[in-house]
């Protein structure tokens, strides 16, 4: 028998889970967010906090042409019509939903603005999108969620930066905008210093903002509450048996339950029965509540599953001793390739990081290509940043601490390495070829927008290619770390789960990690995870109230 009852049981607290209760909330319903861990907001408080969502009304306000149509064709490039993970009935409902989502968050107070030149990753692809499709929330003083404040999530980048920003930062020591930008980090870190704020930006921009609205709405939200399984009763999801601060209890849900949860990247067990080895749930860099509980609980229920194998892949430098730090932007700038044990390339670096990923994987059992050694010259460390170092020289701490490899000659950052020394400088000789041309016969790095977003604007001919020629050189192992497993339950177009007949179990909704990516194993665009988490709390919310 429940000790409680509410119209919807929202379970975790990540965009799709602050989406759905507050749409649940707006329809009349009565909804009771659940979520694990102490803190409020998920694996989107520590994300860049970007949503990509095409046609979006932000895009018709600023006069940017983009179409139902076009990001429906988009999607044909990555998925087919008999993927049952991601159906065309599925696909137009997550296009169809962006505008009534929006219109509804921005009545209740939400800021967006535009990712503008976040282009799409594949924008030469039909359907795709040079301008960018890409939606963030505008920066948050975090002292507006009052008590709440000491139970949010904050970023995993804590600075007063958008992360539409972060590109130009990253130009400090190439070009002018990039150092105004520096200045007016600068200028905001003062501010906040002397004001006493916490300003947000990023993830902790976008959950920080949703946390206001429900709290405002007066949804009620319990954290420390884990799911420990889901009520079925005669096939039928009735509610979710949990724990909440240490007490065991059971939730009658009378509209369903929604498991808005991440998936399972910290949950090494799940990984090593359905991922591809090798793997590890020390190279993640997901919210520590995604250990898979909610997914195994869908699972037992007779949720039917796909892409377990697949993550969001993102290149990442671990050093022991020290955090470990994505290397995305990096790849893209000129002076740097990626390669194999053998001393080949792997894969054009400047494409997306799940692309990147997954290469190497694909790689792997023929040449070692996990980890992956990213090999620069001279000048790309003296003009880029590389992991939030700024440009320079190489720290004695990286060569001291085994962290990084340098060496007057290709020849002997090779032998450091243990890359083949005739493979790595055949390849850098013809790479270097390419960057004379500016046009990369083998994986035509450079050519699409994306691949200059990061780019070096100042380089010529081609703003993602430079020769790797000037010593000395210098060398880091790349593993494929991640940010959420993007496997897991299936379902329909209302959010609905279903068995692996099709058949709907009664009751069950799901977004976000948990179940399966609406792209395939790609990633095809910044925010698409978050996006898609959003959209579909927003409409198993509106189903669930109808």
């Given at each position: 028998?429940?000790?409680?009852?509410?119209?919807?049981?929202?379970?975790?607290?990540?965009?799709?889970?602050?989406?759905?209760?507050?749409?649940?909330?707006?329809?009349?319903?009565?909804?009771?967010?659940?979520?694990?861990?102490?803190?409020?907001?998920?694996?989107?408080?520590?994300?860049?906090?970007?949503?990509?969502?095409?046609?979006?009304?932000?895009?018709?306000?600023?006069?940017?042409?983009?179409?139902?149509?076009?990001?429906?064709?988009?999607?044909?490039?990555?998925?087919?019509?008999?993927?049952?993970?991601?159906?065309?009935?599925?696909?137009?409902?997550?296009?169809?939903?962006?505008?009534?989502?929006?219109?509804?968050?921005?009545?209740?107070?939400?800021?967006?603005?535009?990712?503008?030149?976040?282009?799409?990753?594949?924008?030469?692809?039909?359907?795709?999108?040079?301008?960018?499709?890409?939606?963030?929330?505008?920066?948050?003083?975090?002292?507006?969620?009052?008590?709440?404040?000491?139970?949010f999530r904050g970023?995993s980048v804590d600075?007063?930066?958008?992360?539409?920003?972060?590109?130009?930062?990253?130009?400090?020591?190439?070009?002018?905008?990039?150092?105004?930008?520096?200045?007016?980090?600068?200028?905001?870190?003062?501010?906040?210093?002397?004001?006493?704020?916490?300003?947000?930006?990023?993830?902790?921009?976008?959950?920080?903002?949703?946390?206001?609205?429900?709290?405002?709405?007066?949804?009620?939200?319990?954290?420390?509450?884990?799911?420990?399984?889901?009520?079925?009763?005669?096939?039928?999801?009735?509610?979710?048996?949990?724990?909440?601060?240490?007490?065991?209890?059971?939730?009658?849900?009378?509209?369903?339950?929604?498991?808005?949860?991440?998936?399972?990247?910290?949950?090494?067990?799940?990984?090593?029965?359905?991922?591809?080895?090798?793997?590890?749930?020390?190279?993640?860099?997901?919210?520590?509540?995604?250990?898979?509980?909610?997914?195994?609980?869908?699972?037992?229920?007779?949720?039917?599953?796909?892409?377990?194998?697949?993550?969001?892949?993102?290149?990442?430098?671990?050093?022991?001793?020290?955090?470990?730090?994505?290397?995305?932007?990096?790849?893209?700038?000129?002076?740097?390739?990626?390669?194999?044990?053998?001393?080949?390339?792997?894969?054009?670096?400047?494409?997306?990081?799940?692309?990147?990923?997954?290469?190497?994987?694909?790689?792997?059992?023929?040449?070692?290509?996990?980890?992956?050694?990213?090999?620069?010259?001279?000048?790309?460390?003296?003009?880029?940043?590389?992991?939030?170092?700024?440009?320079?020289?190489?720290?004695?701490?990286?060569?001291?601490?085994?962290?990084?490899?340098?060496?007057?000659?290709?020849?002997?950052?090779?032998?450091?390495?243990?890359?083949?020394?005739?493979?790595?400088?055949?390849?850098?000789?013809?790479?270097?070829?390419?960057?004379?041309?500016?046009?990369?016969?083998?994986?035509?790095?450079?050519?699409?927008?994306?691949?200059?977003?990061?780019?070096?604007?100042?380089?010529?001919?081609?703003?993602?290619?430079?020769?790797?020629?000037?010593?000395?050189?210098?060398?880091?192992?790349?593993?494929?770390?991640?940010?959420?497993?993007?496997?897991?339950?299936?379902?329909?177009?209302?959010?609905?789960?279903?068995?692996?007949d099709g058949s709907?179990?009664?009751?069950?909704?799901?977004?976000?990690?948990?179940?399966?990516?609406?792209?395939?194993?790609?990633?095809?665009?910044?925010?698409?995870?978050?996006?898609?988490?959003?959209?579909?709390?927003?409409?198993?919310?509106?189903?669930?109230?109808?």
């Amino acid at each position: 028998m429940a000790d409680q009852a509410f119209d919807l049981v929202v379970v975790g607290s990540g965009i799709g889970g602050l989406t759905a209760a507050i749409t649940a909330k707006l329809e009349g319903l009565r909804p009771l967010l659940l979520e694990k861990t102490p803190l409020i907001g998920g694996s989107s408080a520590l994300s860049g906090g970007v949503l990509w969502l095409p046609n979006n009304p932000l895009m018709a306000r600023a006069g940017i042409a983009d179409s139902r149509e076009a990001g429906l064709r988009y999607f044909e490039n990555f998925v087919g019509p008999d993927d049952r993970y991601s159906t065309p009935a599925r696909r137009e409902a997550f296009v169809d939903n962006i505008a009534p989502m929006i219109a509804a968050l921005e009545a209740q107070g939400m800021k967006y603005r535009r990712c503008h030149g976040y282009s799409d990753y594949y924008d030469s692809l039909p359907g795709g999108h040079a301008a960018g499709r890409a939606l963030e929330a505008e920066l948050f003083d975090a002292g507006r969620l009052g008590d709440w404040k000491a139970k949010f999530r904050g970023p995993s980048v804590d600075l007063p930066i958008r992360t539409s920003e972060g590109a130009r930062m990253m130009r400090l020591g190439i070009t002018l905008d990039g150092k105004t930008m520096a200045a007016k980090l600068a200028g905001r870190i003062a501010a906040n210093k002397l004001t006493g704020r916490t300003v947000y930006g990023s993830g902790g921009a976008l959950q920080g903002r949703m946390l206001e609205i429900a709290l405002k709405l007066g949804v009620e939200i319990w954290t420390e509450a884990a799911l420990v399984d889901l009520d079925v009763r005669d096939r039928r999801v009735e509610g979710v048996h949990l724990t909440h601060q240490g007490r065991s209890t059971t939730v009658r849900a009378t509209r369903g339950v929604l498991i808005a949860a991440a998936g399972f990247a910290r949950n090494l067990r799940m990984r090593q029965t359905h991922q591809r080895a090798p793997i590890s749930d020390d190279w993640t860099y997901a919210s520590p509540g995604e250990t898979g509980e909610a997914l195994e609980a869908m699972m037992r229920a007779g949720a039917g599953t796909a892409l377990m194998d697949e993550a969001w892949w993102t290149t990442s430098w671990i050093r022991e001793g020290a955090e470990a730090r994505q290397i995305i932007p990096e790849l893209a700038k000129p002076h740097a390739i990626l390669v194999d044990h053998a001393g080949q390339r792997i894969v054009n670096e400047a494409n997306s990081y799940m692309e990147v990923g997954r290469a190497c994987y694909a790689r792997n059992p023929k040449a070692k290509a996990i980890p992956a050694w990213a090999i620069l010259d001279a000048r790309h460390r003296r003009r880029y940043f590389f992991g939030f170092q700024p440009p320079g020289g190489l720290p004695k701490a990286w060569i001291a601490n085994g962290w990084a490899k340098q060496d007057a000659t290709l020849e002997g950052l090779a032998a450091q390495c243990g890359i083949d020394p005739a493979g790595l400088a055949a390849t850098v000789e013809r790479f270097n070829g390419f960057c004379d041309t500016g046009v990369d016969e083998d994986y035509g790095r450079g050519k699409s927008a994306y691949n200059r977003y990061y780019a070096d604007p100042t380089n010529k001919p081609n703003a993602s290619l430079g020769p790797i020629a000037e010593p000395p050189f210098w060398a880091v192992q790349l593993w494929p770390g991640d940010v959420g497993t993007c496997g897991g339950a299936v379902a329909d177009e209302h959010a609905r789960v279903l068995r692996a007949d099709g058949s709907v179990i009664d009751g069950l909704y799901a977004t976000g990690n948990c179940t399966a990516s609406l792209a395939g194993p790609n990633y095809v665009g910044a925010g698409q995870s978050i996006g898609a988490s959003g959209v579909f709390g927003y409409v198993a919310a509106k189903h669930a109230a109808a």
